[in-house]
């Protein structure tokens, strides 16, 4: 069975590969060939599912060996594939949702005259995310890290044509390439401190290394984690990324990329559960994130926007959770997935409205959609109430699983953790309810364009509709069918560990909670946009919407501390690279330069030189031969 | 007298003169060189017989038929345990079949078919007079410019004779490796040499120079010739056998038996030292190590490129063979008179090639530099003087001669009016202009440059640490330092080919028949296995790295 891994990965790759090496010969059958081969993936993940189900717990898991790739020493660079239920859930999730995203393309591409390589992008984006979470060792993971980061970079910058694509491609790149040294030098400390980087030795072994070592680590990995998740301080590239086609929007926020901090983190977990203080850090990254990314999320006018302040927010959830250790681990990879399903769900309604309406994507120009797209209503709708965690709707099983878990962390801590993601229930409550009624209720609000074409919504044709329908099935499922039984915490324990923790107040006082704060937030929402008519210009708003509208000044903070800083710095390390080390290395390349000019003379063409050479060379030969026993 | 006296008389007579035994041949086993040498004939049979329009298609037949036959043969011999556990001396004890002689065989063989392929090409000149033309002269007697080279111009000759030539040659190169006494290297040298001399003349453009290329190659090659011979002479005076085993029995001191006429000379070390030198230098000269590289840039600038890809990298392997065979089978006990002065001579051919290749301004005088300093990057393994050593120049030498006959394949593509492109000027700006072939070139420069995930990374990786374990750390540091210097050059031209305005007169890049393409696939497929995946050819090259003694 575990010979099948690696076709997991193998099916996209080699998707990626005609595609994008194919030409034009395939424009015409490209995109199906792409998702065809994206749920062939998805198909061997059943199959390999199926025949985890059939084991014991302790045997879920299967590792395939590939090849080992230079072995030096200690040093083994093993390519080789670990299939457990932690990664096969993900895989599951990834190729699921991705092939329905690609579905999706189909129709919302169709008029790219550049689809075919569009899918071999996507291709490639599985791929790489299917190698990261399926690697057995970090630098197999750092591979698949990196080909996400290349894959999200060329599908963020897809319609390259536009500045504002590229700016943002190249921001989204460079962001994550901080995440990227955290992770590096994680792997490299992992190294001196284990002597290895292969899942099995490093997590065993965990417990003997010292705590500082550990958190030094795990510090690290949570630096990694927060460039591929969008999680504060480097969240600033999730925002523009929305440059990209809509389907890559639902692909990098449902599927892939940002699950792959969360993942790195519960992977991670026998380091993390050694460094506590490195455990709190997370729960702050992941609180001050999941404020950080409602708010955003509140004031912005553009759906897609905010969407991702949405996204930003709940996987903040997520990472909160995971930093709570075993209390959490479980229940942040159960919001993950139950997430994949409402975020790609929402992102493709959002896709499919943009669609209807000339790619217009300010809210305060849609309003009463809700008769024009019947199918993208009821699906985003659904989707809607699943992530404000309405009762019985899968976001509400996964939701209140986190923040009784936050509650269960015990103390003051937990206590303020607990708060903080019921004050984040109310505010998703409160956003997702704006988008929804700004979007599909109320009056019309479309005007003309520019031209004099009145935009005439519609609903998108089936490929695009197929998808949304069936992720709004899970939107609805997925949580009940978790929960029943406490089926997903079995799951994945013997992978993650859990424990209950002790919570100071009841289970049925925080539901009950919960349901308040989503009343709350509905409420507020419904005065200000149900009852009152949506002006088509948004008003100056207070200080708070203002900078909320600004991304909370993540960019201009970013702008002076950094860049200007990083000015400063630059200029005089130039300085210090032109004087001495320039100096230095310009003398040598001068040195060699010269001399191969000399040396090259002796290379003059005539026979009559080049024997008199190879004559003492032969010389200096005998010569030197005779004196090495001489002396 | 009765007959039985007669017989008698007879047999009394001729028993005190030593019987002289019929030579014992392993047919099977020599396969390899058998076939490839009779296909040689065969050509030769062809160009006397067969018509002219169709010797073409008959001798690319023939030769390609040829040199899959045996390589399949050296497959045969391998699969049968001749690489290990039957390796033993065939033929007399002339020839070697062991594991290092099969492997270099079946790299030899493989370089020759992919070299053979771009012999065979005709597409890349235009057509000349309505008959498709290939890289070689029309006709290789007619003097440059005369009356009788443009009749033969008109007419639409071609040089078939290429075919057999080039097979002749891999003859040599087969046996060169194998060779287990003084005298079969010597002729395997020559087999191996004279066909290359005349295939260095036979460039169908700037004919003057390819001419002069060949004089000078021939002249230089005689002259080392000279001193391996002389060398040979010397070593048979000091040992009184021309057998490998024999030699180094004496340098053992456990020979018996020693012929009492020789024992004037036997056992003087100044004969096995000079001896030793001089067969040593003319090995040197084939692999172009410093002082004895002059030749290399001027050749491989005059050769057609065809020619210069394949002699290029099979003229190394087998060099790089015979070498070996004779440091580790015949002087393993003078290691340390010998290793003192290679280190030396490595040294010098690292930096030597490296700096000297930062000012070329030719493609192809730039790759010969280059092969320069890979040569001295090979004798650092060679320097090991341990199994490790063996295999990582073995597996070296597999990865380099398909990077090189792909590079030189490429070199082939970029043309304009006057032929082949090859000043660096003229390269300028390819990648913008044919994304794909400069990108394919920068994967050769990048593996001659040691990048991971190539070729040269892995082997360059696998002869230094065989020469770190062997004692030769500082030459590591060297070649490492070398290696820089070499990037530096190697990078350049992919900055040239990709950041740099294309020039409005610069060169098309023509559009090879499969042929051409064949090779440079197979060069880049080699050069990224053997840089990705490439523990499976080093096990290969581990276990085929034990010479029979």
């Known amino acids: ?631 | 007298m009765s007959a039985t006296a007669v017989h008698n008389l007879w047999t009394t007579a001729a028993d005190p003169i030593a019987k002289i035994p019929a030579p014992k041949i392993e047919y099977g086993q020599l396969a390899p060189v058998l076939i490839v040498a009779g296909a040689a004939l065969v050509g030769v049979l062809v160009e006397a017989f067969v018509p002219r329009r169709s010797r073409y298609y008959t001798q690319v037949f023939v030769s390609v038929v040829a040199l899959c036959a045996a390589f399949a043969s050296v497959v045969a011999l391998a699969a049968d345990g001749y690489g290990t556990t039957k390796a033993h001396i065939a033929a007399m004890g002339a020839v070697a079949v062991d594991g290092p002689a099969l492997f270099l065989q079946g790299t030899i063989l493989l370089a020759a078919l992919v070299g053979l392929f771009t012999f065979a090409e005709r597409r890349l000149d235009p057509e000349a007079h309505g008959s498709r033309v290939d890289s070689f002269a029309a006709q290789a007697a007619s003097v440059p410019g005369s009356d009788s080279e443009k009749a033969a111009v008109k007419a639409g000759f071609t040089t078939t004779e290429v075919f057999p030539l080039l097979l002749f040659a891999v003859a040599g190169m087969l046996v060169f490796p194998a060779a287990d006494d003084l005298l079969t290297l010597f002729i395997a040298l020559e087999v191996l040499s004279l066909p290359l001399y005349l295939l260095c003349a036979l460039a169908r453009r700037k004919r003057l120079m390819s001419q002069e290329a060949a004089v000078k190659y021939f002249l230089l090659g005689a002259f080392a010739s000279a001193f391996t011979l002389f060398g040979i002479a010397l070593l048979y005076g000091y040992a009184g056998s021309m057998s490998y085993a024999r030699i180094a029995q004496v340098v053992d001191g456990t020979a018996t038996g020693l012929d009492p006429a020789l024992a004037d000379t036997t056992g003087n070390d100044a004969l096995l030292l000079i001896g030793m030198a001089l067969i040593v230098m003319g090995l040197l000269f084939k692999v172009g190590a410093v002082p004895f590289h002059m030749w290399t840039p001027d050749v491989y600038q005059g050769a057609p490129t065809p020619v210069t890809g394949f002699m290029a990298a099979a003229t190394k392997v087998a060099a790089f063979g015979a070498l070996l065979r004779l440091l580790y089978v015949v002087l393993p006990g003078l290691r340390w008179d010998w290793r003192p002065v290679m280190w030396g001579v490595a040294i010098v051919t690292m930096l030597g090639g490296a700096i000297v290749a930062i000012t070329q301004t030719d493609i192809k005088r730039l790759l010969a530099y280059s092969s320069v300093a890979h040569a001295g990057f090979i004798l650092a393994g060679v320097i090991a003087t341990n199994r490790d050593g063996v295999s990582s120049v073995l597996f070296y030498l597999a990865g380099y001669s398909f990077v090189t006959i792909g590079a030189f394949a490429v070199v082939t593509l970029v043309r304009d009016a006057g032929g082949e492109a090859t000043h660096l000027s003229k390269w300028a700006g390819l990648g913008r202009r044919s994304p794909l072939v400069a990108a394919v070139f920068a994967v050769f420069l990048l593996a001659f440059a040691g990048i991971p995930l190539t070729s040269g990374f892995s082997g360059k990786f696998a002869v230094f640490s065989a020469a770190a374990n062997g004692g030769a750390a500082p030459l590591v540091v060297i070649g490492v330092i070398s290696s820089a210097i070499a990037a530096f050059f190697y990078i350049r031209v992919i900055v040239l080919m990709f950041f740099s305005e294309p020039r409005p007169d610069g060169p098309t890049v023509a559009v090879p028949s499969p042929l051409t393409m064949t090779a440079i696939a197979v060069g880049v497929a080699v050069t990224v296995v053997l840089g990705v995946a490439p523990q499976y050819f080093l096990d290969l090259a581990n276990q085929a790295s034990v010479f029979v003694r």
């Not at chain 1, 599912?49 to 590792?63: C, M």
């Not at chain 1, 991702?308 to 250790?325: E, F, H, K, R």
């Open chain 1, 1 to 631: 069975m575990e010979n099948l891994i690696a076709l997991l990965v193998a099916a996209p790759l080699l998707g990626a590969a005609v595609l994008l090496v194919g030409g034009r010969r395939l424009d015409r059958a490209g995109h199906w060939l792409g998702t065809l081969l994206a749920a062939a993936s998805f198909v061997i993940g059943l199959v390999l599912f199926a025949s985890l189900l059939g084991k014991d717990a302790e045997h879920r898991t299967l590792v395939q060996h590939l090849w080992t790739w230079v072995p030096v020493e200690s040093f083994r660079a093993d390519v080789a594939f670990r299939l457990d239920q932690l990664s096969v859930t993900f895989v599951l999730l990834i190729t699921g949702v991705g092939t329905l995203i690609h579905l999706y393309s189909v129709g919302y591409m169709a008029h790219d005259e550049r689809r075919r390589r569009f899918f071999g992008y996507l291709n490639l984006f599985l791929a790489a995310m299917l190698i990261l979470v399926l690697a057995d060792n970090y630098l197999l993971l750092y591979v698949g890290w990196e080909g996400v980061g290349l894959a999200s970079y060329l599908l963020i910058g897809f319609w390259q044509h536009k500045p504002s694509a590229a700016t943002a491609a190249k921001k989204a790149f460079l962001v994550n390439r901080v995440g990227d040294i955290g992770l590096s030098i994680a792997i490299m400390l992992m190294f001196t401190t284990f002597g290895t980087f292969a899942f099995g030795p490093v997590l065993t072994s965990a417990g003997d290394a010292s705590e500082g070592r550990l958190t030094a680590i795990a510090l690290m990995l949570l630096l990694a984690a927060c460039g591929k998740s969008a999680q504060v301080p480097l969240q600033s590239w999730l925002g523009d990324a929305m440059e990209g086609p809509t389907p890559v929007s639902a692909l990098i926020h449902a599927a892939t990329m940002v699950t792959a901090g969360v993942y790195l983190i519960v992977r991670s977990a026998a380091i993390f559960n050694g460094a506590p203080d490195a455990q709190v850090a997370v729960t702050v990254v992941g609180a001050v994130t999941l404020l950080f990314g409602a708010i955003v999320g509140c004031a912005k006018d553009d759906i897609k926007k905010a969407l991702a302040g949405s996204t930003m927010s709940q996987i903040g959830y997520m990472v909160l959770a995971a930093g709570l250790g075993p209390i959490g681990y479980v229940f942040a990879i159960m919001h993950l997935v139950t997430h994949g399903f409402f975020k790609a769900g929402l992102f493709l309604g959002a896709g499919s409205v943009m669609h209807g309406m000339n790619d217009e994507v300010d809210m305060r120009k849609f309003g009463g959609l809700r008769k024009y797209m019947p199918v993208t209503f009821v699906t985003f709708g659904l989707g809607y109430l699943a992530i404000i965690g309405f009762p019985f709707l899968s976001g509400f099983y996964s939701k209140d699983a986190i923040i009784e878990a936050a509650f269960a962390k015990g103390g003051t801590q937990g206590w303020i953790l607990g708060s903080v993601t019921l004050l984040g229930a109310a505010i998703t409550a409160f956003y997702m309810t704006r988008v929804m009624l700004m979007t599909f209720f109320g009056e019309r609000r479309w005007q003309p364009d520019a031209d004099g074409h009145d935009p005439h919504p519609h609903e998108s044709p089936t490929t695009m509709t197929i998808p949304m329908i069936v992720l709004a099935i899970g939107s609805v499922g997925a949580g009940f069918f978790f929960h029943l039984g406490d089926r997903f915490v079995h799951w994945l324990e013997p992978v993650t560990g859990h424990s209950e923790g002790d919570s100071p107040v009841g289970v049925s006082v925080i539901t009950a909670a919960t349901l308040v704060c989503l009343v709350v937030g509905v409420g507020i929402a419904w005065a200000m946009y149900g009852r009152r008519a949506v002006p088509a210009v948004a008003p100056r708003g207070s200080l708070l919407t203002r900078a909320a509208r600004r991304d909370l000044l993540q960019d201009d903070f970013n702008h002076v501390v950094l860049v200007r800083g990083g000015e400063h710095l630059t200029r005089s390390l130039v300085y210090v690279d032109h004087t001495l080390v320039d100096g230095v290395v310009n003398g040598t390349a001068a040195g060699f330069g010269g001399m191969s000019g000399r040396l090259r003379r002796v290379q003059n063409g005539f026979v009559r030189s080049y024997a008199v050479s190879m004559f003492g060379g032969a010389a200096l030969l005998v010569a030197a031969t005779l004196l090495m026993r001489a002396v």
